[in-house]
Structures are given as structure tokens and as C-alpha cells.
């Protein structure tokens, strides 16, 4: 198992920024996929963006352009770049690492608000 911890969110004002990060309590060089979703009140959780091993992306198609997922292997950790932050965007945004059979392991999450 992998403990993933986010940190990064926040309150931001309508069209600003913020960097997510997720950091592993392992190397996370051979996870298949990272990647990050979020909830927002009343809401089920939904995908934001993922990334292979082998470097391909996948986003929301609502969120293209605005966000991007990296990672960093030598620090074990995973990044979300949002920008142009809408209220919209407000929720708990969660870290996910799928690897092996079937591990599927989530972090505990970070509040996101956007004030509008």
C-alpha cells in the first residue's frame, strides 16, 4: 500500500492559481497511473487528470488547458498546476495511485474554495 498525502489547497479568488501536491510514502517510479479527482458538495467524485509511467496524460474534458498533472519521481510526488480558478472548480480534490492487479489507493484529500 501507498500513503499518499495532499497539501496545497486553499481559499483563492476567482481566476487565480494554485499547485497541488500529492506526496508518496514510497517511490512511485513503478505506479502505473497517478492521478487526481475531485468532489465537490453533493457531488460524486469525478475525474480531473491522470499519468502513466510512460508519460501520458488524460484530463477532464471540461478542465483542458486550465490544469496539468506532473510528477516528479525523485521526490515521489505528483503535482496539479491549476490556473483560472472558476467557483466551479471548489470541492476536495484527492490523490490516487493505481498500480499492480488491482491496488487502488487514495489520499485524504485537500479543500479547494474559489471565491468568485
Known amino acids: 500500500q501507498v500513503q499518499l498525502v495532499e497539501s496545497g489547497g486553499g481559499l483563492v479568488q476567482a481566476g487565480g492559481s494554485l499547485r497541488l501536491s500529492c506526496a508518496a510514502s514510497r517511490t512511485i517510479f513503478g505506479i502505473s497511473v497517478m492521478g487526481w479527482y475531485r468532489q465537490a458538495p453533493g457531488k460524486q467524485r469525478e475525474l480531473v487528470a491522470t499519468?502513466?509511467?510512460?508519460?501520458?496524460?488524460n484530463y477532464a474534458d471540461s478542465l483542458k488547458g486550465r490544469f496539468t498533472i506532473s510528477r516528479d519521481n525523485a521526490k515521489n510526488t505528483v503535482y496539479l498546476q491549476m490556473n483560472s480558478l472558476k467557483s466551479e472548480d471548489t470541492g476536495v480534490y484527492y490523490c490516487n495511485a493505481k498500480y499492480g492487479v488491482s491496488y487502488n489507493d487514495w489520499g485524504q484529500g485537500t479543500q479547494v474554495t474559489v471565491a468568485s
Open positions: 499519468l502513466t509511467t510512460g508519460g501520458r496524460t
